[in-house]
C-alpha cells in the first residue's frame, strides 16, 4: 500500500491522530521522522505507550524514515507519516520519498509571517518550504481532524490573492 497521510503536525501524536486519523486512515504503521525524538528514548516510550497494540510506530530521524520508506518491505503496510514541519516534510521528498499530498494539521511557527487557519501560523523556512512544495505539484491541505472540510492551500492562496488586489485599487 502506499503512504496513507504525510501530515505536518508539531504536537506529532496526540489525541487527533490516535482518535481520529488512524481510524479514518486504517493507518497500521505510524511513522514519526524528527530527528530531536529519534534521538529520545523517553519520549519515544511515552509515545509508544500511547499507541493502540494494532499500529506499529517507527519514530527516527527524517533520512532514517525516507530510507525504509523506499525499502521494498513493508509496502503492503498502510502507512502514516509524521512530521513536524514543513521543512521536514521537503527533506523527505528531497531524500525520495514519493506523496503528491500534504496535510496540514498543527503548526504553530515561531517566526509567524502569516495565518492560514486557527490551527496553522507559519513563516520563515517553514513557509518557504511550503511554497516549494507547492511548486512541485503535491497537493496541500489544511485539515486538522478527517470530518473537517478540508482546506486546499493553493485555492486559499489564489483567493487570498484576489481579496489582495481588490483592497489595492
Given at each position: 500500500?502506499?503512504?496513507?497521510?504525510?501530515?505536518?503536525?508539531?504536537?506529532?501524536?496526540?489525541?487527533?491522530?490516535?482518535?481520529?486519523?488512524?481510524?479514518?486512515?486504517?493507518?497500521?504503521?505510524?511513522?514519526?521522522?524528527?530527528?530531536?525524538?529519534?534521538?529520545?528514548?523517553?519520549?519515544?516510550?511515552?509515545m509508544q505507550a500511547a499507541i493502540p497494540y494494532s499500529v506499529d510506530l517507527i519514530i527516527d530521524s527524517v533520512?532514517?524514515?525516507?530510507?525504509?520508506?523506499q525499502q521494498p518491505e513493508g509496502r503492503d503496510v498502510r502507512r502514516m507519516v509524521i512530521v513536524e514541519d514543513?521543512?521536514?516534510?521537503?527533506?523527505?521528498?528531497?531524500?525520495?520519498?514519493?506523496?503528491?499530498?500534504?496535510?496540514?494539521?498543527?503548526?504553530?511557527?515561531?517566526?509567524?509571517?502569516?495565518?492560514?487557519?486557527?490551527?496553522?501560523?507559519?513563516?520563515?523556512?517553514?513557509?518557504?518550504?511550503?511554497?516549494?512544495?507547492?511548486?512541485?505539484?503535491?497537493?496541500?491541505?489544511?485539515?486538522?481532524?478527517?470530518?473537517?472540510?478540508?482546506?486546499?492551500?493553493?485555492?486559499?492562496?489564489?483567493?487570498?490573492?484576489?481579496?489582495?488586489?481588490?483592497?489595492?485599487?
Amino acid at each position: 500500500m502506499p503512504i496513507v497521510l504525510v501530515r505536518v503536525d508539531d504536537r506529532l501524536i496526540h489525541g487527533q491522530i490516535l482518535e481520529s486519523w488512524i481510524p479514518s486512515t486504517r493507518a497500521q504503521e505510524l511513522i514519526v521522522a524528527n530527528d530531536t525524538l529519534a534521538d529520545d528514548q523517553v519520549q519515544k516510550m511515552i509515545m509508544q505507550a500511547a499507541i493502540p497494540y494494532s499500529v506499529d510506530l517507527i519514530i527516527d530521524s527524517v533520512l532514517e524514515v525516507a530510507s525504509i520508506l523506499q525499502q521494498p518491505e513493508g509496502r503492503d503496510v498502510r502507512r502514516m507519516v509524521i512530521v513536524e514541519d514543513p521543512v521536514d516534510a521537503l527533506r523527505l521528498r528531497r531524500a525520495g520519498v514519493v506523496f503528491d499530498q500534504l496535510n496540514l494539521g498543527n503548526l504553530v511557527s515561531s517566526e509567524v509571517t502569516i495565518c492560514l487557519s486557527r490551527t496553522v501560523s507559519i513563516g520563515g523556512e517553514s513557509l518557504q518550504a511550503l511554497r516549494t512544495i507547492l511548486q512541485e505539484g503535491i497537493k496541500v491541505n489544511i485539515q486538522s481532524v478527517p470530518f473537517e472540510k478540508a482546506v486546499d492551500l493553493s485555492e486559499f492562496c489564489q483567493r487570498a490573492k484576489k481579496v489582495m488586489v481588490h483592497h489595492e485599487v
